[in-house]
Nanobody, 121 residues
């Protein structure tokens, strides 16, 4: 099994910055894409940003130019640098990873427990 643990959430004023981290641990053979999703109260979970194993990235239109996703493969960790935060960025942020626990198993999708980000106006 693979466990994902997020950290770095908190309360920040509009215009401020936060950096989220997500570390993967457990029985890891390989990790493919890693990403961040978020879910605001009363809304569906949405993709924020994703980074492939080859470090190709994709962002939602709402965060393009403000957020930056990166990864450290040696540490099995993905980061989300969030700048120019807005009240509408308030949500629980979830880490996601596609990983294999052995060379003979299919890739599975894993989720973290989530970290709260609150942006005050």
């Amino acid at each position: 099994q693979v466990q994902l643990v997020e950290s770095g959430g908190g309360l920040v004023q509009a215009g401020g910055s936060l950096r989220l981290s997500c570390a993967a641990s457990g029985t890891i053979f390989s990790i493919n894409a890693m990403g961040w999703y978020r879910q605001a109260p009363g809304k569906q979970r949405e993709l924020v940003a994703i980074i492939t194993g080859g470090r190709m990235t994709k962002y939602s239109d709402s965060v393009e130019g403000r957020f930056t996703i990166s990864r450290d493969n040696a540490k099995n960790t993905v980061y989300l640098q969030m700048n120019s935060l807005k009240p509408e960025d308030t949500a629980v942020y979830y880490c996601n990873a596609g990983a294999k626990t052995s060379a003979f198993r299919a890739e599975s999708t894993y989720w973290g427990q989530g970290t709260q980000v609150t942006v005050s106006s």
